[in-house]
């Protein structure tokens, strides 16, 4: 039984769907048959939205393991997260019943879910979503226990991620955003699907979905400086089949480099932004059935 | 004659498709049919660009003016900007024949060439890159005298712009390189041609090109914020005709908002994410023959 639920937008300051949509359903209101639900709007970092940027010190979203919540970090964000606990958390006894981090990506990766678990509320959530809305992609990051992630969304008992893109930071598109709220709202019609013990196990379709692997980085010279660029061939197809052998990368003196693993993969965040300093060119995944 | 030429990258530090073009051909040398050219290669604000950020404290290519060149102002890009105009100008007086300087945007513009002037030297630049490259745009911002706009370009003796889209900002996109390769090869082509006095008055066929209008602003509420989006018929239509009556905008509560001008414009930066926090929308353009 979902008694509240958090909305969060602006977790990243420059993701400007998820901001919108809260700013909307503030001003306008949530559509009525959500009543029965008890919704927080909320907004994660002002200060970064008000810059334009990411984050002003330190990535917001990877601040909630309970290391970080305890620690002594002054950065603007660690303080931040810790208000943020306090709000939607604590982490691992959460006042929270579910909490719905929104967010955008520079990648084509649509209209996906992340979810943090693959037990069976979060089985029936990805079917029902994909039921609802079969062009979406489900994400499952489950290399870890759900409360050692250190996303926002971690403060509820629950959470998930909506993640949807291509869209450049600091630029509302119109397909985007409506993707967006399209799975908002699909997860909220779950919600009360779920209130109502509407959810019977078996009764929704297997689905399929994508395991997170591991990140892949750019090659680099000794310098630490790239020596190539995501091929056009892999280029905004997320979640589409990379086959051993098929280009990955194209070097600057304009070579190929293939992928060399031994099955094929479904690579996504192909060519992030934000992941520009770390250098990630893409992340892998398994297919599976949900 | 081209005496002097200077091919610029890293105006803005996280437009990454001309920097990267830059230092390739730093690495391993430009084509060899260049060779009878004296060109030289430059990153021009390589702090915004260890920042990942378009400017540090004030966009560098607005700089440029006589009235900002002379004044006090200590910002970072003003102190550059004095810098860069000795190193290429100085403006109004250059030592530098010709400078190309190398953009990249969010919007959906390809591969465009912007001239600041449509005198007869332009027009058989314009008409041999539109020859050369038939999928070019060429867009003209003659709206003020040469040596009035603020650009880095301009100072040089002449300069040109090269903006490429769409490309978020901080990504390299292989097809955004790729055409920001071709159009600046086709540029250093024609100087071949002219330096060898191989262009002839009339011996190329006239081109079409977008002579710039204005800029519309999103829509505002009292508080300053949005109250639209751009139309997702609109989006990624760049130098495409939007016709009166035709939406250009979508309001938060689901209303669109036509185009009311008297004839069709041809809308470009469409959505431009640099020009956030100024809520420009787009610019205008009229459809002319060069």
Known sequence: ??????????????????IQLIRNWQQFGLPSRFNELNISLN??????????????????????????LASNNL???????????????????????????IHNTTSEMGATLIILEADE?????????K???????????DEK????????????KRGVMIEVGGQPQGVLREDVYLLTQTMAEAILDFCVAYNNQEIKTGALPACEAFRLGENVGFPLNRDGARTA???HSLQ?????????????????????????????????FINEAAYFKLDVAFATSERITL
């Not at 409360?147 to 971690?154: I, V």
Request: charged share 25%; net charge negative.
């Open 236 to 268: 905004d197809n997320d979640f589409k089949p990379l086959l051993p052998g098929s280009p990955m990368f194209r070097t600057f003196d304009g070579k190929d480099i293939p992928w060399d693993g031994e099955k094929e993969t479904y690579p996504h």
């Open 1 to 18: 039984m979902f008694n509240s639920i958090a909305l969060v937008g602006g977790t990243h300051g420059n993701e400007t769907s998820g």
């Open 121 to 129: 509320f979060h089985i029936q959530l990805a079917r029902f979503v």
């Open 145 to 156: 226990p759900y409360l050692e992630h250190g996303y926002l969304c971690t403060t509820g």
């Open 229 to 231: 660029m995501i091929h």
């Open 75 to 101: 950065a603007k964000e660690a303080v931040l997260a810790k208000t943020l606990n306090e709000k939607f958390g604590p982490k691992g006894n959460s006042n929270t019943d579910f909490v719905i981090d």
């Open 131 to 141: 039921q609802q809305m079969p062009e979406a992609n489900i994400l499952v990051e």
């Open 43 to 68: 907004i994660a970092n002002e200060a970064a939205l008000n810059a334009n940027v990411r984050f002003v010190e330190e990535d917001l979203n990877r601040q909630f393991t309970f290391d970080r």
